[in-house]
């Protein structure tokens, strides 16, 4: 589909004046060619009322629907008093009916009078209060409605950012091509920056739109807040998966959380500010990396240390956190604990010159801890202080993130968070450069994403959000439906053991980094998916101004009914809506192409064959099939399904790699080390391989061409005569010079079998020994056959004790390295066996020669 007709089909019917006027530009553009500076002129000056007239329009419209939301919140605040005062004059008049505050807001009880109408009067008042609980329940009922306009608006106002911004970045470029004159360097530089709409921050909205929700959903009694929901648990431990959400989703995601928890907000009675999500981390390493190594190779034990604030850089409270890995075998489970310290004092802690005894027993004086938790801080600030100047660590990487968690206060059961605007920043000196200047942390940026005065040689910025998904649930209960039904939607991807600090430290450090993580060579391709109509999470304006007792906004994981009112969902790549069809029964397709009957049982007849054969080669490359499901595989005729979904369906070569997106993440581990020897050294094989290749045909991932990206090596569908030419992809290649992580993992039960085929063989060796030495010291020295015999036992013996020692030797070295080969012998024990069986016969031949 071209973009032009694209938009018109996108784009929300009331505000369609006020959208990109792409196809007038590009007739503009067209209708004066050859092109002059006249012409040039007036294109640059229509551009720029087009720029101003979307970004006016988007202000002007954020600012009404944050009046709108401030209005209803009041009327909501209006509502809950009159209620509450009804229930007062219930429970007066009424102590005896049973009836319950709560019923008010469940409306699970009608009003009624129990005198029995005996009197007029109370018949009258009776009659006056039925009215006003009905009234206060039937506005309820439309104040839901009306957020759902209000969560639809937001909605379609990101949309109409992401589809006015790639109108301006298409048109820009369709320009210098067809004109040849080149105005996307002055465009992208001045005129974006005087209009940037396309930075708007819609966390204000979201957060002042949830509260509202919560509002309206729970009849004004929402969950009181509690402190141990938060942040300040010692010592906590959570089952967490992590996704990556491209940026067009984001919005579209957060809209679709918030109908089922409520951004969790810690002060309710201050104003939403972008310093409140704000977090920043600092982790520490030394020169070798160790913390680095320890938590990508998931040893046991594996720590990572940082320090970690709330907001802005002026805050004086500094979270000091150590995060431990445990293997499963232990028993234990991974924990991260943390304590607080004043930022004036990090320093000297840092350099062994101050401890936090003092300040731990005061709280104990206060009655704020008790003596064992104390204790407990104590041993932690002190271990971690000690670990700090023994191993030589220093700051090495610095994270920031805005962050918007979803959960009901005071219930930890399911929490919800999401990271935007990902950042890493080297804060190391291992190239000379001491970046903190002596001191434990930069001092020359704050929060002020995107950082500019960061050289980019020195930041990473992730294209994606990561949502984490941290659940407490009982054993053998399944997550909630809407959770299950959101992370297998279009909105995510799953990335397990995905960690900022390792993505941070394997792409800005480089030269010091040999191992990388699975992830890092596979950012390059797109983790957009097509939107089907069993993973399309639906934000739905209203149909109706009729009132029902069900929430209009209730969010579907379906497609919607035919209507006379048009759907809103999420925005989709071009591209995306034939792929869309392509999933769906072979009616909709008819219905969709408008071909045929022969000749679209004919094109189905040649792209199942087309599928057979690709699944067929699929097969032949399941060695080098990559353990992850971030890579869309799309044919050149646009069919398309995510990574995630064909591993799981097709997978008959390896069931070890299929991931449930909502597994724990040790989950992955177990699956990843269910890979024998045999194929992760293929895996090495193949890898090496695509290094040695041209990186242009080798090493890059076709993906879809027309992805609307604000890349510059995007294709315009208009421009491209030969449409989408997108491929299946089924292998990726490490960096030059480096090699992949793949998680191993080494129980003690390997260990053990490594030692007991040791003292079997040695056991063996030792019984040969002894027959040769009692060959030697009771046969005749003038005996010839039995002389030889003993020596060939003795040769074996020799040779069973080195085998069993160096094999010992050997295997533990590369269990100890965590190294993927093959340990399995399949020429040693042959060896043995046949001089074993040589000796025998030799001594049998010589003995029988002699009769």
């Not at 109370?122 to 209000?150: K, N």
């Not at 002042?208 to 009849?219: E, P």
């Not at 804060?427 to 050289?455: A, S, V």
């Not at 369906?649 to 299929?658: A, E, I, M, Q």
Request: charged share 30%.
């Amino acid at each position: 589909m071209k973009f032009g007709r694209r938009i018109k089909d996108s784009r929300y019917a009331e505000w369609a004046d006020q959208y990109i006027d792409y196809g007038g530009l590009k007739k503009q553009i067209k209708s004066h060619l050859p092109w002059n500076d006249t012409a040039e002129a007036d294109f640059v000056q229509s551009l720029k009322n087009e720029l101003a007239k979307c970004e006016k329009f988007q202000r002007e419209k954020s600012e009404e629907l944050m009046s709108k939301i401030t209005t209803l919140e009041k009327e909501v605040l209006g509502l809950v008093e009159k209620a509450g005062l009804q229930e007062d004059d219930d429970d007066e008049d009424d102590d005896d009916n049973g009836r319950t505050p709560g019923d008010v807001e469940r409306h699970v009880e009608s009003h009624r009078d129990d005198d029995g109408g005996s009197d007029d009067d109370d018949d009258d008042d009776g009659a006056s209060s039925d009215i006003s609980v009905d009234a206060i329940e039937e506005r309820f009922r439309e104040l839901e409605e009306e957020v759902a306009v209000l969560v639809a608006d937001v909605h379609d106002l990101a949309l109409f950012t992401k589809l006015n911004f790639t109108g301006f970045i298409k048109i820009v470029k369709k320009h210098d091509k067809l004109t040849g004159f080149s105005l996307k360097p002055t465009f992208n530089k001045e005129f974006l920056e005087r209009h940037p709409f396309y930075r708007m921050n819609y966390d204000p909205l979201i957060v002042k739109l949830s509260k509202l929700f919560d509002l309206v959903r729970t009849r004004g009694h929402p969950v009181e807040g509690d402190s141990s929901a938060g942040g300040s648990q010692n010592a906590f431990v959570r089952s967490t998966t992590k996704y990556w959400v491209h940026d067009e989703n984001i919005v579209p995601l957060k809209l679709a959380i918030m109908k089922h928890l409520p951004v969790l907000v810690f002060d309710s009675n201050k104003e939403f500010s972008k310093a409140d999500s704000a977090i920043t981390s600092i982790y520490f390493d030394n020169e070798e990396l160790e913390l680095y190594l320890g938590r990508l190779e998931k040893t046991e034990g594996a720590e990572a240390i940082r320090m970690r604030w709330y907001g802005d850089v002026t805050g004086i409270t500094i979270f000091v956190e150590r995060k431990t890995h445990r293997e499963d075998w232990t028993g234990e489970k991974s924990v991260k604990e943390r304590f607080v310290i004043k930022e004036d004092k990090m320093n000297a802690y840092l350099a062994g010159h101050y401890t936090m005894d003092d300040e731990f027993d005061a709280l104990v004086k206060k009655g704020k801890k008790t003596e064992k938790e104390v204790e407990g801080m104590k041993q932690l600030a002190n271990e971690i202080q000690y670990a700090i100047i023994t191993r030589k660590l220093r700051p090495v990487m610095r994270t920031f993130y805005n962050r918007t968690a979803f959960q009901l206060p005071g219930n930890a059961s399911v929490r919800i968070s999401l990271d935007t605007e990902l950042t890493m920043v080297r804060e190391d000196n291992f190239d000379g450069n001491d970046r903190t200047n002596g001191n434990w942390r930069r001092t020359d940026f704050g929060i002020d994403h995107p950082f500019n005065n960061i050289p980019s040689s020195e930041k990473e910025l992730f294209p994606y959000g990561v949502l984490e998904v941290k659940l407490a649930t009982k054993v053998g209960e399944e997550p909630p439906q809407w959770i299950r039904d959101l992370i297998n939607s279009h909105l995510v991807e799953a990335v397990p053991k995905f960690s900022k600090f390792i993505h941070g430290c394997a792409s800005l450090l480089p030269e010091r980094v040999d191992l990388v993580p699975f992830w890092l060579p596979q950012m390059d391709q797109d983790i957009r998916k097509p939107v089907s109509a069993k993973s399309r999470v639906l934000i739905e304006r209203p149909h109706s101004n009729a009132h029902s007792s069900a929430s209009a906004t209730t969010s579907a994981i379906h497609s919607p009914a035919r209507s006379s009112q048009p759907s809103y969902h999420e925005p989709v790549s071009e591209g995306e809506e034939d792929e869309e069809f392509l999933i769906a029964t072979a009616k909709n397709e008819d219905e969709h192409l408008r071909l045929p009957p022969g000749a679209a049982a004919e094109a189905r007849a040649a792209r199942d064959f087309r599928e057979k054969k690709l699944r067929d080669e699929a097969n032949l490359q399941a060695s080098s099939a990559r353990p992850t499901a971030n890579a869309q595989k799309i044919n050149g005729n646009g069919d398309s399904r995510s990574e995630l979904e064909r591993r799981n369906s097709n997978n008959k070569y390896d069931p070890s790699l299929r991931i449930d997106p909502l597994a724990s993440s040790d989950r992955f581990d177990k699956n990843v080390s269910l890979l024998d020897a045999k194929s992760l050294k293929k895996l090495n094989e193949a890898v090496a391989a695509r290094q040695g290749k041209d990186g242009k045909k080798g090493g890059q991932t076709p993906i879809q061409e027309d992805s609307e990206d604000e890349d510059e090596h995007e294709v315009d569908q208009e421009e491209d005569e030969q449409g989408d030419q997108v491929i299946y992809v089924d292998q990726f290649r490490a960096p030059p010079g480096k090699r992949i992580a793949v998680p191993v993992r080494v129980e003690p039960k390997v260990v053990f079998a490594a030692e007991r085929t040791f003292l079997k063989w040695s056991h063996f060796a030792i019984l040969l020994s002894g027959v040769s030495i009692a060959l030697l010291n009771f046969i005749d020295p003038k005996d010839s056959v039995g002389m030889i015999s003993a020596l060939l036992f003795t040769i074996t013996a020799l040779m069973s004790i080195t085998y069993s020692g160096g094999m010992y030797a050997y295997r533990i070295m590369k269990l100890r390295k965590r190294m993927a080969i093959d340990y399995h012998d399949k020429y040693g024990p042959t060896l043995l066996c046949a001089a074993l069986i040589g000796s025998v016969l030799v001594n049998l031949v010589l003995r029988l020669r002699e009769l």
